[in-house]
């Protein structure tokens, strides 16, 4: 079907409260296509275990409104939650995709993990690796891939129709902006992709990846171009591109490491497959020691 650019996407959105994160549906009507981005597994650190009721509620909309799932994204390889695309597609099919610079990611953490010889860096863990500018219809709708590294090399946010899903590059605008501290982050390039974002028309929502409620507040999913600019107590219209280096700097060198990264990074990078079984039959994730 011919996509139209004039239409716009209606979106559900879900807060994990664990893991402050968003998962987003994006779709036209009951009854056709969708996507799925950035979807959450449980994981309990002290137990190792896994569960579904965050990807159950995703599932629980997509069966009551009769929604045909297209596309599972990821915007990036999360640091702080396990992805359950895997579960997701299980139940309703579609291909799992991410921007095709998570090779450049894989390949430092295979090195850090020291992941096993059958783990190839290469990317096909995942259906499809996008390209920036890349557009894909999803019945009257369609999505652009946007190219955004700062948080990580391969960072991608996702135009459709008059929103963006900006992944980790910015927060509500009383929160910020993302760390840039993980191996292959970069404070420069993140502000020249948030600049690239905050270029489209003020009205444009932007859809975020995460919140961090101060107290006393509701998380926000969903905020608009202008409001950041005048907003975002990081980058806000007047910031330089060297006042938001020094400041991101800074910051970053106050912070701890994100609570679930060493099983996170090992899940996603695999697409959110769980390490391969050993000869008991069980799953296990490493700990490098004095590495991260």
Do not use: W
């Not at 929103?163 to 509500?172: C, K, N, Y």
């Amino acid at each position: 079907m011919t996509k139209r650019k004039d239409v716009n996407p209606k979106v559900k959105s879900f807060f994990d409260v664990d893991t402050s994160t968003f998962t987003h549906i994006v779709y036209e009507n009951e009854g056709t296509p969708c996507l799925i981005i950035d979807p959450v597994l449980n994981f309990d650190p002290k137990s190792g275990r896994t569960s579904t009721h965050s990807a159950d509620e995703v599932i629980d909309f997509i069966k009551k409104n009769q929604l045909h799932v297209e596309f599972i994204l990821e915007t990036h390889a999360h640091a702080d939650h396990l992805s359950s695309a895997p579960y997701l597609k299980k139940q309703f099919g579609g291909k799992v995709a991410i921007g095709e610079h998570i090779l450049e990611v894989q390949k430092v953490f295979k090195e850090i993990f020291n992941l096993e010889q059958d783990f190839v860096a290469d990317g096909k863990q995942f259906d499809y690796l996008i390209k920036e500018n890349e557009e894909f219809s999803f019945g009257k709708l369609s999505f652009k891939g946007l190219f955004v590294p700062g948080h990580t090399p391969a960072c991608m946010a996702y135009q459709i129709g008059d929103a963006i899903f900006v992944g980790d590059t910015m927060f509500p605008p009383d929160v910020g902006s993302a760390r840039c501290d993980f191996p292959g982050g970069n404070a420069k390039h993140l502000y020249q992709s948030v600049m690239k974002i905050m270029s489209f028309p003020e009205s444009t929502r932007l859809f975020m990846c995460h919140d961090y409620p101060l107290p006393g507040r509701k998380e926000i999913s969903m905020t608009t171009v202008k409001d950041q600019q005048l907003n975002n107590i990081h980058i806000h219209h007047g910031v330089t591109q060297d006042q938001f280096v020094e400041m991101r700097q800074a910051r970053d060198a106050t912070l701890d490491m994100p609570h679930l990264i060493i099983p996170a990074i090992q899940v996603n990078i695999r697409a959110g497959s769980l390490p391969p079984v050993e000869g008991n039959g069980v799953s296990y994730l490493k700990i490098p020691l004095n590495m991260l």
